[in-house]
């Protein structure tokens, strides 16, 4: 898990301030890398300020709503030009940003490959950028928080702001891989593998993690089938939790043959209705057990997770 | 759930032995060698219903096949044959019955192989080349390199015919 700050050379002071914050408000252990940037910024910066550039462009341009590509020109206010990152591709539009105006632009954080914090003067940043549309998204949509960097109380808000936005989207991330990969706790090993996440992160934020799976409780209520018939089976689910689930999408698998096709119900979990019936055919092959596999999906808004498919084990007499 | 590492090929007897059904839930597999030696060692033997574990397990005979990646459908047969212990036992006698009286034999297997050629070659005709084929091996001639036009020329005209023009 990784951190980098970008900031002028001015602000090393304000640099460590946004360091020591991102420590205490995302985690103690993040690895944090800082992008300093001269602040007369131009082609003789070097190659390794040019590489930095680049990188704040690419998360720069990650984080925007615009109607297309563009490069950023650097201008010294005595008539000389220098393109952000030392060249400019094919990018139709050229944004300018006069070396006065670069604390406009940063500093800025980005966490795990996205760009989170920018200052909030960045909408006043670039000359002739009104023929250009654009905006930072906000932040619970891919975009940056957008912070007044004179103003300590509103940095450590933003940074705070980061934090929580990184638990909630990794959190988010945890539960789609859970249902994915169809499992019942969370793997904080793949997981960390995946995301780049050290698992002690993830350990710190089990507890809200491991809080998001629904209890679901299923029972054959209609007793055993003979193989080699068709028969009627009726399958019990009950909610026993305290959250209201709503509509509840439920699929009952069967071995091939077994049934037509699998069973598709839409249940309703509101107020203090606990428990709910579905019926279906089935067609057993086999003593003495028949595996049916249940599924459930939730609207992924809500905010527990899709527990793995359940095993249900239907008995199956001669 | 133990993962063995490579294991000698005369040691494999025992761990069939030791298993009380053997479980091949191949996606693809062209012959089933694994089914096979199962069977010879007396197991019953449930496999997916796939290339050339289709011929080699009789479903309700020898074992069952299952559907490829259903694991339902495989966890029901499985179920069955570990429920029942006379069924398992008169399953893997019957898998030995068929091994040692299917062919399976590296004799038997050389013999039918030699039937094969021996087929072929008995029945080789020499074909009229077709004139789509004519056509098709000027246009190869007129693409292929000067100094091999002549490798192409004698290759093409062997294949599809002995008697032709060079």
């Given at each position: 898990?990784?951190?980098?700050?970008?900031?002028?050379?001015?602000q090393?002071?304000?640099?460590?301030?946004?360091?020591?914050?991102?420590?205490?408000?995302?985690?103690?252990?993040?690895?944090?890398?800082?992008?300093e940037?001269?602040?007369?910024?131009?082609?003789?910066?070097?190659?390794?300020?040019?590489?930095?550039?680049?990188?704040?462009?690419?998360?720069?341009?990650?984080?925007m709503?615009?109607?297309?590509?563009?490069?950023?020109?650097?201008?010294?206010?005595?008539?000389?030009?220098?393109?952000?990152?030392?060249?400019?591709?094919?990018?139709?539009?050229?944004?300018?940003?006069?070396?006065?105006?670069?604390?406009?632009?940063?500093?800025?954080?980005?966490?795990?490959?996205?760009?989170?914090?920018?200052?909030?003067?960045?909408?006043?940043?670039?000359?002739?950028?009104?023929?250009?549309?654009?905006?930072?998204?906000?932040?619970?949509?891919?975009?940056a928080?957008?912070?007044?960097?004179?103003?300590?109380?509103?940095?450590?808000d933003?940074?705070?702001?980061?934090?929580?936005?990184?638990?909630?989207?990794?959190?988010?991330?945890?539960?789609?891989?859970?249902?994915?990969?169809?499992?019942?706790?969370?793997?904080?090993?793949?997981?960390?593998?995946?995301?780049?996440i050290?698992t002690?992160?993830?350990?710190?934020?089990?507890?809200?993690?491991?809080?998001?799976?629904?209890?679901?409780?299923?029972?054959?209520?209609?007793?055993?089938?003979k193989?080699?018939?068709?028969?009627?089976?009726?399958?019990?689910?009950?909610?026993?939790?305290?959250?209201?689930?709503?509509?509840?999408?439920?699929?009952?698998?069967?071995?091939?043959?077994?049934?037509?096709?699998?069973?598709?119900?839409?249940?309703?979990?509101s107020?203090?209705v606990?428990?709910?019936?579905?019926q279906?055919?089935?067609?057993p092959?086999?003593?003495?057990?028949?595996?049916?596999?249940?599924?459930?999906?939730?609207?992924?808004?809500?905010?527990?997770?899709?527990?793995?498919?359940?095993?249900?084990?239907?008995?199956?007499?001669? | 759930?133990?993962?063995?590492?490579?294991?000698?090929?005369?040691?494999?007897?025992?761990?069939?032995?030791?298993?009380?059904?053997?479980?091949?839930?191949?996606?693809?597999?062209?012959?089933?060698m694994?089914?096979?030696?199962?069977?010879?060692?007396?197991?019953?033997?449930?496999?997916?219903?796939?290339?050339?574990?289709?011929?080699?397990?009789?479903?309700?005979?020898?074992?069952?096949?299952?559907?490829?990646?259903?694991?339902?459908?495989?966890?029901?047969?499985?179920?069955?044959?570990?429920?029942?212990?006379?069924?398992?036992?008169?399953?893997?006698?019957?898998?030995?019955?068929?091994?040692?009286s299917?062919?399976?034999?590296?004799?038997?297997?050389?013999g039918?192989?030699?039937?094969?050629?021996?087929?072929?070659?008995?029945?080789?005709?020499?074909?009229?080349?077709?004139?789509?084929?004519?056509?098709?091996?000027?246009?190869?001639?007129?693409?292929a390199?000067?100094?091999?036009?002549?490798?192409?020329?004698?290759?093409?005209?062997?294949?599809?015919?002995?008697?032709?023009?060079?």
């Amino acid at each position: 898990m990784n951190a980098q700050i970008f900031a002028l050379r001015s602000q090393k002071e304000l640099a460590s301030t946004i360091e020591s914050l991102i420590r205490t408000y995302v985690w103690q252990g993040i690895s944090m890398e800082r992008l300093e940037i001269s602040d007369d910024y131009n082609e003789h910066s070097g190659q390794t300020e040019h590489d930095r550039c680049k990188l704040f462009l690419r998360l720069f341009k990650a984080s925007m709503v615009r109607i297309d590509d563009f490069a950023v020109v650097v201008a010294d206010g005595r008539g000389r030009w220098y393109y952000m990152g030392a060249r400019r591709e094919k990018e139709p539009y050229l944004l300018e940003l006069f070396q006065s105006s670069m604390s406009s632009v940063f500093p800025a954080v980005a966490v795990m490959d996205r760009m989170l914090i920018l200052p909030h003067t960045i909408g006043d940043a670039f000359e002739r950028s009104r023929a250009f549309p654009w905006f930072v998204k906000p932040r619970d949509l891919a975009g940056a928080i957008l912070a007044d960097f004179r103003n300590s109380a509103s940095v450590e808000d933003a940074v705070r702001q980061a934090g929580e936005q990184l638990k909630t989207d990794i959190a988010k991330l945890c539960k789609r891989h859970m249902r994915i990969r169809r499992i019942a706790k969370p793997d904080f090993s793949e997981l960390g593998t995946l995301l780049g996440i050290p698992t002690e992160y993830l350990e710190t934020q089990r507890d809200q993690i491991a809080a998001l799976t629904v209890d679901l409780k299923y029972e054959i209520t209609s007793g055993p089938v003979k193989a080699g018939n068709e028969a009627q089976v009726t399958l019990e689910v009950r909610h026993e939790g305290d959250v209201d689930l709503g509509s509840v999408s439920v699929q009952v698998n069967a071995p091939y043959g077994v049934m037509k096709s699998p069973v598709r119900a839409t249940l309703e979990f509101s107020g203090k209705v606990a428990a709910r019936q579905i019926q279906f055919n089935v067609k057993p092959k086999t003593v003495p057990f028949c595996p049916l596999e249940v599924l459930f999906t939730l609207d992924e808004s809500r905010p527990v997770a899709t527990p793995f498919p359940i095993p249900i084990l239907l008995d199956v007499e001669a | 759930m133990d993962f063995l590492d490579r294991t000698r090929h005369e040691d494999l007897a025992k761990f069939y032995q030791d298993a009380r059904i053997v479980v091949v839930p191949s996606v693809f597999e062209p012959f089933g060698m694994v089914a096979l030696e199962a069977m010879a060692c007396g197991r019953p033997v449930v496999a997916s219903r796939t290339g050339g574990l289709k011929e080699l397990v009789q479903h309700g005979e020898t074992g069952y096949l299952c559907q490829p990646k259903d694991h339902l459908d495989l966890a029901q047969w499985l179920m069955a044959l570990l429920a029942d212990e006379s069924l398992r036992n008169r399953m893997g006698q019957t898998g030995l019955a068929r091994v040692r009286s299917g062919g399976f034999t590296w004799d038997e297997i050389a013999g039918e192989m030699m039937d094969i050629y021996v087929e072929a070659i008995t029945n080789y005709e020499v074909r009229e080349k077709p004139a789509e084929a004519s056509k098709f091996i000027d246009q190869v001639l007129q693409q292929a390199p000067p100094k091999d036009e002549y490798d192409w020329r004698s290759l093409l005209h062997d294949l599809f015919d002995k008697g032709g023009k060079r």
